[in-house]
């Protein structure tokens, strides 16, 4: 009975929103996706499951009052794995796994052309490599405000604000009658700008992003995005409650340009430094500085030909040197996504097994070598790389222990590598429509991961996997 009141209380909302709003244009679009997959879901289990089934749906609904004023809404349902009951895909289904990705209002400041966007939404920077490895992709939704507009014709800005982390880090208490965490630390927050320049051929993006990153915010921030790791050294000690400064300094700086010019050659150059500052505090012993900073380089050259688009992709990012204590010479990220291949990194069109060397560059140096756009019959391509990753991190902070890295996987989500490790990649990617809005998509993926022993020692190098293999096949259905 319950149920009933409840369905009839939300269709009563529905159709009385609809009945005051008779101005409004409503539109939705959105996705389902469902994946089946087989092969290695990450570099360390070697007993893991290696097969999964999964669907998600994805809606979108647009409230549009006129031109100068919409609303957006952005729903998830899922990832429901097939089986699993807390995901309401075991028999009987009815799961709770209603997410909202986005909710926010687009509206012009009345006599300008400025546009305004407030609330939940993504706060991607720039890239035109692939999504900024900083804070970049679908992982970088967050809340907050951005305000656009155009100077000139070539010329735009966007400005936002980014509330990233507030008030996750559960009550405030004592230890030994000393007050442990503070309210006016626990929040995390970033403020960015972006210069859009588009010129005949050219297209030249420089960026910036500040943060005020509380000391208490990052205990108890979102798990998933693991934002201890991408910003602060391997092994920092737990700030929260602290001595010391509440909050610290973070910063980023960098460019993203396009050269199409002389087309149907393509060059692509990506850019960024940034630098995170949260103190010094003692471990065993020493001072441990809190402080991370770096920087990375890439670019990609393609040429356009009838059949098949060939490229060469390559990349440098700063590693750490051989002292754990003086902070970390990795760029930090927020919420990255390098997205260049389809199982080493964040570019798949399925729904698992990706990123398996990370989703950022941080720390690595990579070569890709690679043919997109195979076409040789009507509403079927193919995507065919190869790629080379080595570390850029000092072999001693591997070999020492202690408070440096004890594991590759010590560094949350990106894979640690030395100079002394390396990794092969292969994909060849397949994507058909079979209608004009259903695409069928298969991926394969192979990695073979050579960590280098006489540095991690046997038994850590014992425990990943050195030869992986991933088979996909995705259906998509667009409305």
Known sequence: MKR?????????????????SQAADIKAKGNWTFSWQLGDNNLFEKNGDKFTAKQRLRTQIDVIASESLKGVLFLEMGDQNWGRADQGASLGTDGKIVKVRYSYVDWVIPQTDAKVRMGLQNFSLPGFISNNPILGGGAADGAGITLSGQFTENVGASLFWLRAENDNNGNYGTDGGKLVGHPSSNAMDFVGLTVPMTFDGVKVTPWGMYGAVGRDSIKGANTEGALKENLLPVGTPDLYGAKGDRHGNAWWVGVASELTYFDPFRIALDAAYGSVDM???????????????????????EYKMDYFTPGILFWYASGDDSNAYNG????????????????GFDGNFGRDACDMI?????GKMGVYLQAKDISFMEDLTHVFRVGFVKGTNNTEMARNGGAYV??????????????????????????????????????????????????????VVDSYRENNVRGAVTLQYTF
């Open 358 to 362: 990370g989703l950022s560059n941080d």
């Open 328 to 343: 970390s010479e990795r760029m930090p990220t927020v919420e990255g996504s390098w997205d260049i291949s389809s199982y």
């Open 279 to 301: 103190g010094s505090y003692k471990k065993d012993g020493k001072n441990f500085d809190a402080q991370r900073a770096g920087w990375f380089a890439s670019i990609l050259a």
């Open 4 to 20: 009933i009141v409840t369905l009839l209380l939300a269709a009563g909302l529905v159709l009385g929103a609809a009945a005051g």
């Open 406 to 459: 004890t594991s590759a996987n010590d560094a949350g989500r990106q894979l640690y590598m030395t100079t002394a490790d390396k990794a092969w990649e292969v994909n060849f990617d397949t994507q058909y429509k079979i209608y004009k809005d259903l695409t069928l998509a298969v991926e394969i993926g192979y990695i073979n991961l050579d960590l280098d022993e006489s540095v991690w020692g046997k038994g």
